[in-house]
């Protein structure tokens, strides 16, 4: 762990929390006990629910409302949640949500996912290091998100975007 890699606070929020935050601290400890394979799966889910929460903030930045799933449909051919990553992570770049530096790391977690979850022809040879590059390129993306980042005069900054989603949920 160094500075990079550490968000210090972030959202009190169960969507926040259960699909981003908890899995990424998960597949930290798997690389720490030598699990490699369940680091890789872990950042493969973290990135893929980590694109899915991007294109929620962008609708509830944009129309105050996410698309229902019928309006998804219309646009995609069927909900984003359904859609794989590979297409997702094009949607977003083609709308400009997904900066070139976080549609290469949530491609490169697909990427590596792919190959050991996928392929029984994957050599392992290189499994420890694939498991560090998964989990720095999903933390980043997840920090991208989530995270709360501290000002020079101590106080917490929430970003406009975690601003408005959360402006949203707790009005329902």
């Not at 899915?52 to 930045?61: E, G, K, N, R, S």
């Not at 697909?110 to 392929?119: C, M, T």
Request: net charge positive; glycine share 2%.
């Amino acid at each position: 762990t160094t500075p990079e890699f550490d968000i210090s606070v972030v959202p009190n929020e169960k969507k926040i929390l259960e699909n981003l935050v908890w899995p990424l601290r998960t597949a930290k400890k798997s690389f720490i006990l030598s699990d490699y394979l369940g680091c890789i799966a872990l950042c493969g889910m973290v990135c893929e629910m980590a694109i899915i929460f991007l294109f929620d903030l962008a609708a509830i930045y944009a129309t105050s409302k996410p698309l229902n799933a019928k309006q998804q449909k219309q646009i995609f051919g069927s909900t984003f949640e359904k859609l794989g990553q590979e297409k997702r992570i094009q949607v977003l770049c083609k709308v400009e949500l997904l900066s070139e530096e976080l549609a290469r790391d949530a491609d490169a977690v697909r990427k590596i996912r792919r190959q050991y979850l996928h392929f029984l022809s994957k050599s392992y040879s290189r499994i420890e290091k694939d498991a560090e590059d998964a989990y720095k390129a999903s933390f980043r993306v997840v920090k991208s998100l989530v995270d709360l980042p501290i000002s020079n005069e101590g106080k917490i900054v929430i970003p406009e975007h975690l601003t408005n989603y959360l402006r949203k949920k707790f009005k329902e």
